[in-house]
DNA sequence: GGCGTTGTTTTTAACGTTAATATCAGGCAG
DNA sequence: CTGCCTGATATTAACGTTAAAAACAACGCC
């Protein structure tokens, strides 16, 4: 676009370096370092024209070189898990999407991290990341009560966050979570609101502190309308153990009428329990689950669900890391979102027709 | 673990150089570097001792400066698309992790590439990361006829394979896909051994060459049985559009009593539609969807479905990206996988307690 | 006019690696 | 003994960046 474009001719895919730019405009090589990282320690007119002279010839900084000089590459790292066959793919894939896209904003990028096995296989897999490349932070998911991979990254000093609180009281722990007991409080208000007396929960076993979270929402739930709470189940999360405890439920002396889920795959095994008593989701027995997997609004009737904010979490996470990587002085962020229920039609007893 | 741990104390989290390793076998540190990239070029009792001192310092090399030293960083980028709300997430998220571990295991690793629109935003945030950072190769995923990511990607030189295959007949595109005609033969195959005549087909618009193959399928096994083909729909992949779709098709004179999709979304819009008129999945209309998303296995009856190989195409999609940067001189790989029919409740008219 | 001060810019060196070249020792033919 | 080749190892330089130090200019102050 200007009149020398004749030095270099068509370049593969544009490799324009600190020091062309600093020839383009006259000035040294660290001159335009600083433009770009430290506008502050040049004058203002240089500054402008070496701005001028980078947007011309269109540079973009190495991260290699930058990651080599700086040690640290401007890469977060998180770990995928495989997908189990029977769980509703929890919302992985749109959670990486928005947490990359954040990561994307906010000058980062997103490095899949691979482990073998489970507990230990993770951690060896975060240190041989770390030996072979600078890792800025990384993201964890699922963290739980006196988890090694927090004492790992804590000890290695590698900033961190946790999409899931500490459950140890741990204030130093930077974490987004949503808060599980007040999305299941929620869900149980909104079929008692319907009328429902009998209402049981379906959680995970005692030991998911997140499970014992949701768990909590029901009974407070139950307390405040002075309901019984003695329908309850602690369960793996799997279609088939939901609904198995979906039939102990519905054989009680007097059964369930109502079932809020602490997963949407606890939630779809009621309906298959339903599906295999010939009984009606909403309109016999009402049902909800708990994270608005893609599932959820593709079974009819649709399954009322609660929708955590993950888009939010997203943004939230990288920034906590930015706060940490800043050396931001004050406490590590901790974040908790509230989920919004979705009603569709297994919570509810009308006609649904063309209900979404 | 040696006589010598005086030296460093307790290095934060191992920053071994070359250099140190050197040090320690007492060579120079190019033969260190060289006893791990050109073993040939060192006596064997050399290389023996060099990699002893490798291996008690737990020495790693550091990507970074390989990356800005060779321009390659063994970085594989990807990019992900938002999740559409009422899609079945297909398989996206198991994609990736089977991906990112092929990825690894090739020495590889996965970075995500992040675009705000869809179709020339793309190109340019891979031409934008490709300036920031030396990235070895791209996958791309659903590629269609005259794909302009084909031409960019090919015309600065990266080397890049595709899931999906070229679909204006481009030998030199390295690509891995699945036969989606002989999946939905199989598909249609089942139905017709199941006693079904009237069998009818909800597939995607003719723009769609994934779908318009597909579609042959169905018209192959159609043909092949001396069925009429004459109940089809071509509609957006949508809940929404399978339903209304098979109202359609059970509202015709001689209405159909089997539907194949071309997508388990569409397979549950059927799934809706029964719904809604009080019919029997499987009983009353056999239904098959494709992609074996997570939901199939979760609805009740579960979904009659195609599962692809994903793993397997994760495998061969970084095999061929090794190849291409090995410079081999073959013919960049094309591999065809067959997906496998997996039948639940939803084609079958038995009884189904306890069907998964 | 000498001399610190301040503000701006350049020079030097280093991050860790590896291609290219240089060095060196030993073997062997002339 | 000289010269040349071969095989093994060492040295140099470079990839692109930036912190630290050095250089330089302009300015006021005694």
């Known amino acids: 676009m200007g009149p020398q474009h004749t030095s270099r001719g068509p370049v593969p895919h544009g490799h324009v370096t600190l020091a062309q730019v600093a020839q383009r405009a006259g000035v040294s090589a660290q001159s335009v370092s600083n433009a770009l990282n430290n506008p502050d320690r040049l004058a203002a007119e240089t500054r402008k024209r070496i701005l001028a002279a980078v947007e011309e010839l269109g ?3 190495n991260l290699s070189a930058r990651a080599l000089r700086n040690r640290s590459s401007s890469l977060i790292a998180f770990k ?5 066959p029977d769980k509703a793919s929890l919302l992985m894939d749109d959670f990486l999407y928005v947490l990359n896209a954040a990561a994307v904003e906010a000058g980062y990028h ?10 230990a296989g993770e951690i060896k897999a975060y ?3 770390l030996k072979k490349t ?3 932070a990384f993201v964890l998911a699922e963290t739980h009560h006196n988890d090694d991979r927090v004492a790992a990254l804590r000890s290695w000093g590698v900033p961190f966050a946790s999409f899931g609180r500490s459950w140890d009281g741990d204030d130093s722990l930077a974490w987004v979570d949503v808060d599980g007991r007040a999305g299941t409080r929620a869900a149980t208000d909104h079929v008692a609101a319907q009328g429902h007396t009998r209402i049981g929960h379906i959680g995970w076993l005692a030991e998911s502190e997140l499970g014992q979270d949701r768990r909590e929402g029901w009974l407070d739930a139950c307390r405040e309308r002075e309901l019984e709470a003695d329908l309850q189940a602690a369960v793996v999360d799997s279609l088939e153990a939901g609904c198995q405890a979906a039939h102990r439920m519905l054989d009680a002396s007097r059964p369930a009428t109502a079932l809020v889920c602490a997963s949407d795959t606890l939630a779809l095994g009621v309906m298959r ?3 295999e008593r010939g009984l009606r ?3 016999d027995v009402a049902i909800t689950g708990y994270d608005d997997s893609p599932t959820a609004a593709l079974v009819s009737p649709g399954l009322t669900t609660l929708r955590q904010p993950i888009d939010e979490v997203g943004r939230q996470l990288i920034q906590a890391i930015d706060n940490l990587m800043a050396g931001d002085p004050r406490q590590p962020q901790h974040v908790l979102l509230e989920p919004e229920l979705v009603v569709r039609g297994s919570s509810l007893p009308g006609p649904r027709m063309r209900t979404s």
């Open 127 to 129: 240190r041989d990341l």
């Open 59 to 61: 540079y973009e900084p």
């Open 134 to 136: 600078s890792i800025d």
């Open 273 to 275: 329990a339903l599906h």
């Open 110 to 119: 997103l490095i899949l991290c691979h482990a073998e096995d489970g507990p």
């Open 80 to 84: 995928m898990r495989p997908s189990r």
């Open 281 to 283: 989701p909403g309109v």
